[in-house]
Antibody
Framework: VQLLESGGASIQAGGSLRLSCEASGFTFASYAINWVRQAPGRGLEWVAEISGTGSSTYYAGSVEGRFTISRDNFKKTVFLQMDSLRAEDTAVYYC???????????????WGQGTLVTVSS | EIVLTQSPATLSLSPGESATLSCRASQSVSSSLAWYQQKPGQAPSLLIYDSTTRAPGIPGRFSGDGSGTDFTLTITNLEPEDFAVYHCQQRGRWPLTFGGGTAVEMK
């Protein structure tokens, strides 16, 4: 199993950015994928989840209405569209695979290496 | 949202000693709690889920306990590679939340 994030960058507050997470080594369409972020020197914060089919999505309150998670099962890729970025969105963003196909909102058994988003005010 | 409070923030121990880490939830999450290990510059890795189940490949010196609001991760006979930050995470209710982490550092 491999997850490879890309798209991180330095950007001004108010701007937009799209992160990608390319997956391999498992039946991609069967598993929910999550984004989890970690601000410098801080703990982990769950950001969003998308179900295997893409029909269900969930967001943390801090990003709801500004971020959109989506997926392309043919390309085995999950996206995180981030709009109206704020300084407090500065973090390493990880994508993470759900442990099981049985339920949503679970645990994360594989993580990517992360991509850094820096938002300057 | 459910707030997870981890204690202590830092634990200073020597190899061979045992570590006991606590995670307390602001509301019951039943047994829906996981523990992750994170080493500097690396992504977290899953250690324990459903409070007590070790993830594949995790050695037996790692054990989890608890239900409701109080959970414990115990690491017996600390190995040098166990010095890291440990995070708890609940899936009892949306939104999913993590604790602030406990750093296990070498004395």
């Amino acid at each position: 199993v491999q997850l490879l994030e890309s798209g991180g960058a330095s950007i001004q507050a108010g701007g937009s950015l799209r992160l990608s997470c390319e997956a391999s080594g498992f039946t991609f369409a069967s598993y929910a994928i999550n984004w989890v972020r970690q601000a410098p020197g801080r703990g982990l914060e769950w950001v969003a989840e998308i179900s295997g089919t893409g029909s269900s999505t969930y967001y943390a309150g801090s990003v709801e209405g500004r971020f959109t998670i989506s997926r392309d099962n043919f390309k085995k890729t999950v996206f995180l569209q981030m709009d109206s970025l704020r300084a407090e969105d500065t973090a390493v963003y990880y994508c993470a695979k759900s442990l099981t196909t049985e339920w949503l909102g679970g645990y994360f058994d594989y993580w990517g290496q992360g991509t850094l988003v820096t938002v300057s005010s | 949202e459910i707030v997870l409070t981890q204690s202590p923030a830092t634990l200073s121990l020597s190899p061979g000693e045992s570590a006991t880490l606590s995670c307390r939830a602001s509301q019951s999450v039943s047994s829906s709690l996981a523990w992750y290990q994170q080493k500097p510059g690396q992504a977290p890795s899953l250690l324990i889920y459903d409070s007590t189940t070790r993830a594949p490949g995790i050695p037996g010196r790692f054990s989890g306990d608890g239900s409701g609001t109080d959970f414990t991760l115990t690491i017996t006979n600390l190995e040098p590679e166990d010095f890291a930050v440990y995070h708890c995470q609940q899936r009892g209710r949306w939104p999913l939340t993590f604790g602030g982490g406990t750093a296990v550092e070498m004395k």
